[in-house]
């Protein structure tokens, strides 16, 4: 259930397992982490295997996906010389992500948080955290229509 517009621990940890699945099962060791709608770390995994490495860059994807309430991947895209964005990566204090695998969740137009990955090929990590977002599941009181 979700509280005060922002994702709770138990769908941070949801998230998470749907992730971890579709890691498994493509082979490829993830560190997978949800912020909240402030950006603040909820949940985060390193699977057995995944680079020690990656477990801030799998953190501060989500951090990018909810600062900017875009994925990273798109993101990315936007921020190549001559684009929009070129130069993003330089801001809030190195943590700006520019290459896929970060989501933000959303509940209807509200952004309530944002999921990243990391360990893989930037496919790799795009397929897992695709999954990951995918799985986020809302109650009818926190999804009226």
Not at 29 to 39: F, H, R, Y
Not at 59 to 84: V, Y
Not at 108 to 115: H, K, P, Q
């Amino acid at each position: 259930m979700l509280h005060n517009h922002s994702i709770s621990l138990t769908e941070a940890k949801r998230i998470i397992e749907a992730g971890e699945a579709k890691a498994r099962e493509i082979g490829s060791p993830s560190n997978i982490a949800v912020v909240d709608a402030g950006g603040n770390l909820v949940a985060h995994v390193r699977m057995d295997g995944a680079w020690i490495g990656s477990i801030e860059i799998a953190i501060n994807k989500a951090f990018t996906s909810r600062a900017f309430n875009i994925s990273t991947k798109e993101l990315a895209h936007n921020a190549q010389p001559e684009a929009p964005f070129f130069g993003i990566h330089t801001t809030n204090k190195g943590r700006v992500i520019i290459f896929a695998g970060g989501e933000p969740l959303r509940n209807g137009n509200d952004i309530i948080g944002a999921v990243g990955v990391s360990g893989g090929t930037g496919k790799q990590d795009q397929t897992v955290v695709d999954a990951a977002a995918g799985a986020l599941t809302l109650s009818p009181a926190d999804n009226p229509s």
